[in-house]
């Protein structure tokens, strides 16, 4: 049986028939609202809420599972100023569900890390938007040193933890670092990490991003030339998981924020968001359909709000961004990569 050509064909059925007819393949639980970092494009650190209790992502984990969906992706906040993210990742191996984080980068150090490695954390993914510390400090508000520090021992010491099968970079492209890709690539390479890119979105949980990360009308040639950059590194065999397709419709994104013709949206039948207050969404532009204080989450996957949403989902009556873990998680690439995965490590059951 292949298990990807069924996931594509009973999600086209259930698009067709405006119906759920498979389970979410992710889920994406924002472990919380806080952080110790500063970006220029995200206001979550100004929002600083306290940590929710541990309990809270248990059940929310929990419901993930009883849907079933094959991977969550921890996000926040900052998901290593959670006291208790390696008993969320252990919850989800015992649940058989393939696990994910993303951090800023800044406390990957033994104490923090050899905890969440040692939970059996399938994917790490580090932000990590330029190598240059004065482009660092102008994006991100911190240091960057001890992100760096971080990255190399993450590096040195990941086959200590064979359940660590992804090891990552994210990088955000604005106009602060749109001169500075190249050598973050070749930084990546060097340690054999991957990176993948994302656009500047309008800002997380703030107003509006500053001038000096926004592109203007002027900027295409410059942005047409580094998105071939990346594609020809790509082509050489430079470890770069962007789909090209992807990265090619960066420049209208970043400029008019246009997606490219044609586009569709599944994912409010590929994925679900879960906020650190148990909110649940088609995705993380939308707004909360439920809560899991007082449905469950089957309850709220089918339930008629969420019919309504994913209807606009798919017809982009919606935010409209471009975001990585929306917009290519369902590529060939992706879901090939997925159904590796799940073969590996949870015996592809
Ligand atoms: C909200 S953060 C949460 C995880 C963690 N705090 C971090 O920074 O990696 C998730 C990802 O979104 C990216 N991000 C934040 N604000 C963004 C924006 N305005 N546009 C595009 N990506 C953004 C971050 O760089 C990070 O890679
Ligand atoms: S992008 Fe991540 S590190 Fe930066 S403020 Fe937002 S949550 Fe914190
Ligand atoms: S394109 Fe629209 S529906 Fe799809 S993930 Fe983005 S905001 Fe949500």
Redesign the pocket.
């Known amino acids: 049986m292949n298990r990807k050509i069924d996931y594509v064909q009973l999600l086209n059925q259930s698009i067709e028939q405006e119906k759920p007819l498979v389970p979410p393949l992710t889920g994406s639980l924002q472990a919380n609202k806080c952080?110790n970092?500063?970006?220029a494009y995200?206001g979550?650190?100004e929002i600083n809420a306290k940590n929710p209790p541990v309990e809270d992502l248990f059940l929310a984990v929990n419901q993930l599972a009883d849907l079933g969906v094959r991977m969550i992706s921890i996000t926040?906040?900052?998901p290593f100023l959670h006291p208790d993210l390696p008993q969320v990742i252990q919850l989800m191996d015992q649940r058989g569900i393939l696990s994910s984080t993303m951090t800023?980068g800044l406390m990957l150090n033994q104490k923090k890390l050899v905890p969440i490695l040692s939970a059996g954390i399938n994917s790490l993914c580090v932000?990590l938007d330029t190598i240059d510390a004065d482009i660092y400090r102008q994006i991100?508000g911190v240091a960057l040193d001890p992100v760096l520090d971080g990255i190399r021992y993450v590096a040195e010491i990941r086959n200590e933890f064979p359940t660590l099968s992804d090891f990552s970079i994210n990088c955000v492209i604005s106009k602060a670092n749109i001169h500075d890709l190249e050598p973050l690539i070749e930084f990546c390479n060097e340690l054999n990490i991957k990176v993948g890119f994302q656009p500047l979105h309008n800002s997380?949980d703030s107003e509006n991003n500053p001038v000096e990360l926004k592109f203007s009308r002027d900027d295409h040639a410059l942005l047409d030339e580094q998105i071939e950059m990346i594609l020809q590194k790509k082509h050489q065999g430079y470890l770069i998981s962007s789909g090209d397709d992807y990265l090619l419709a960066f420049p209208a994104y970043l400029i008019e924020k246009k997606l490219p013709e044609q586009t569709t949206c599944t994912a409010g039948y590929t994925s679900i968001a879960i906020d650190y207050q148990l909110n649940v969404k088609g995705c993380w532009p939308m707004r909360p359909i439920g809560n899991l204080h007082t449905q469950t989450l089957e309850e709220i996957w089918n339930s008629e709000a969420y019919t309504r949403q994913r209807a606009a989902m798919i017809d982009l009556d919606c935010p409209g961004c471009w975001l990585r873990c929306h917009t290519e998680h369902l590529s060939d690439d992706w879901l090939n990569n997925m159904h590796f995965w799940i073969s590996k490590i949870k015996g592809g059951n």
């Open positions: 952080c970092s500063r970006c995200c979550i650190w926040g906040g900052e800023n932000s991100r997380f």
